[in-house]
Each structure stands twice: as C-alpha cells, then as structure tokens.
C-alpha cells in the first residue's frame, strides 16, 4: 500500500532594509531558519526487495464501465479462453449461475485498515483468546510447522500468525461464493474491477490445473480469498504447494498444503532466512516527519538515524527499513519495518496488517500476554 510523502516546506523570510538619507539603518540579521531534515540522494537508497512478476490484469474491454455490461462479459470470455484456454461454454455456464451481491461491494468500501487507526486495529487481532488459540494449534501441527520453517525458512509462529489474522485457525474462512464475489467486483466495483476480472479468469484457470476443485461450490471471503490462508485464485495457482506429496494441492482445509503455501508465498515474495522483521523505534524531539513513499525498506539505518529515527535498545536491527508512524494507544508510535516485514505486506498490503501479523507471532511464540506493545 503506497504513501505519499508529506514534503516538509521552509518559507523564506524576506528581510526590508528602510534607508535613510541622512544615516542608513544597518539591516538586521535574520534569526536562521531550522535545518530540514537530511534527504539522501536516490544513489543511497538501498535497492528494492527482488519481487514476482505482478499477477496480470483483465483488459479494458473487460473493465471499461463506458462499455454495457453484457459487452464486458463476452469480452471476458473471450479473455479467459485466450489467455488460460478456458472452454467458452463452461465460462459462459458459470456466469449464468453468477449473482450480483451489494453487501461485496458495501464490504469493499469499508475495510478496516482503511477506516481504523493502529490503537483500534491492533485490539482485532491482539486478543488473549487469538494467542491462547495461536499457542494451541501450534502445539497440535508442531510437526509439520516446524518441517516447513526448516526447509524454508519462515518461523512457524508467522505461518500461525498469518493463519490466526485470515480466518482464527480455520473457523472463519468465508462465506460468500467465491465466484459471486469476484463477478460482482469484476463488473460492479470499477475502482478495482482489472484485478478482480483477473482473478476471475484465474478461478478459472486454477479449477483447469486442480480440477478437484468445483469452483461454483467455493467459499470465500467477500474479495473472493479462500481457504485458512485466505488465497486469491492467482496465488492458489501460482504460489500454492502440494505440501505433502499426494499430487493434489488443497488449500482450503488441508494443512500440509496450507503451511507450505503460506510459506512459498513469503519465500516468492524475498523472505530473508533468519532476518528480523521490525523495531520499535524512538524519535529524536527535534526530528522532522518523516513519511517514506512506500514500504520498501530502501533506507539505511544511518540515514533513519540522520533524520532522527533510531531503532530502541534492544531491539533487532538491519541493513534498512521503513518507518512507519501509527496512533497507538499510548500516542505516537514508530516503527522501523525491515525487509520480512516488507514482503508480509505483499500478503496484504496494509502496514497494520503486516505488524499485527508480527506481534501475534511473536506473542505465540514468546505467550505473551495482550498489553501494550
């Protein structure tokens, strides 16, 4: 999710010097104007975190709300079939079976890291029960958990975590149609509807290579995620893995499957082995604001550093980060946000998100007690 950046302007003052014929008045001398904050060159920056080609996006003729609506829906059947081979009369089947759902698009108007600050968001998923929950499916999957945090790297407890803020563990997975939800944001919601159109044909394409999968009957989430890790169709297809060898990868309720997709997903998106994630930070009393225009963790600590921006004693550190400013409970809250922290935002792109996902893990892993941060 990208931010503008807040530009941080000085006014020049302009000093009139009144002269007199007979004794000039010697100007005076302006009082100096606080110094911004340093601003590195691009040349500083350190580079982006390596990322998958972006998913692609139903064309205009599919999208277009100039066109009629039934215009679009042929166009995109013709889209499905030319790009993922989809069988037209199947495409078209669907479709009639599709229906429209206003309460999607009421849901997509509303979402909570939009409407919400971080001393309201974090009580969400910052609950004794989630942790208590979080700790006792732990326990119950160590096996497996701890298998796949070994071949790839991500701690189990953020496989958990991520489990813990989609759907509690597997009881709230969704229950809208999946199909619905994405007919009614492919030609319904403008704002968005080239990336949902796409997923749409990617549903399509995803139930071509699992055709297990019976994509009429799925359920999902009002955006049209499924299963305990809350998938979009082109993640299921693209990043979603057979963790257990049985040839068939079912990530609604199957956990193997479901651990080890969650898993790729971050090892695609540039998970760092043994990497931390974030740091709580403090800010100078004399520091400017500083907000990034993006959560690349493109900036090097020393510059943080220059701008007034420092990790806390204690806290882990990297070779850069983000800094994030949030309303907490307490007041202000910064944070610097490192490279794994970064790609738990390509899971989903909120900064809140992605810190709520790190402190439910962290207190899975650790049993800590809700509380302030």
């Known amino acids: 999710m990208t931010r503008r950046a807040l ?55 599919v999208t277009d709300p100039a066109i009629p609506r039934e215009q679009r829906i042929q166009a995109f059947v013709d889209y499905a079939v030319g790009t993922y081979q989809a069988d037209p009369a199947f495409v078209r089947s669907v479709l009639a079976q599709a229906q429209y759902q206003q309460k999607i698009i009421d849901a997509m108007t509303r979402p909570a890291e939009a409407v919400k600050p971080w001393r309201d968001y974090r009580p969400i998923f910052l609950t004794d029960a989630r942790i208590e929950g979080g700790r006792a499916f732990y326990a119950a999957n160590r096996g497996a958990l701890d298998r796949i945090a070994a071949e790839t790297g991500v701690p189990a407890e953020y496989i958990v975590a991520i489990i813990g803020v989609e759907t509690s563990y597997g009881k709230i997975t969704g229950n809208y149609r999946v199909v619905d939800a994405l007919y009614t944001l492919a030609f319904d919601y403008p704002k968005r509807a080239p990336f949902f159109a796409g997923e749409l044909a990617q549903l399509f394409a995803l139930g071509k290579v699992e055709p297990q999968l019976d994509i009429l009957a799925l359920k999902g989430s009002y955006a049209g995620a499924m299963g305990m890790g809350q998938f979009m169709p082109s993640s299921y297809r693209l990043w979603g893995k057979d963790g257990d060898g049985d040839g068939q990868r079912d990530l609604l309720t199957h956990l193997p499957d479901v651990f080890a997709s969650i898993a790729n997903y971050f090892v695609v998106h540039g998970w760092q082995r043994g990497g931390p994630v974030a740091a709580r930070a403090d800010r100078d009393a004399a520091a400017a604001d500083f907000v990034p225009e993006s959560l690349d963790p493109v900036y090097p600590l020393a510059d943080l550093a220059a701008r007034g921006y420092r990790p806390q004693a204690g806290q882990p550190t990297a070779e850069g980060a983000t800094l994030l400013s949030l309303d907490g409970e307490m007041g202000k809250e910064y944070w610097l946000g490192y490279r794994n922290f970064y790609v738990i935002t390509r899971y989903n792109r909120s900064p809140m998100y992605a810190l709520a996902v790190h402190q439910l893990a962290q207190a899975i892993r650790n049993g800590g007690a809700v509380g302030a941060p």
């Open 7 to 61: 530009a941080c302007l000085l006014p020049f003052a302009l000093v009139a010097c009144a002269t007199n014929a007979a004794a000039p008045t010697p100007p005076s001398t302006p009082t100096p104007a606080p110094a911004a904050a340093p601003t590195p060159p691009a040349s500083a920056l350190l580079p982006k975190v390596p990322q998958p080609p972006e998913r692609p996006v139903a064309p205009a003729p």
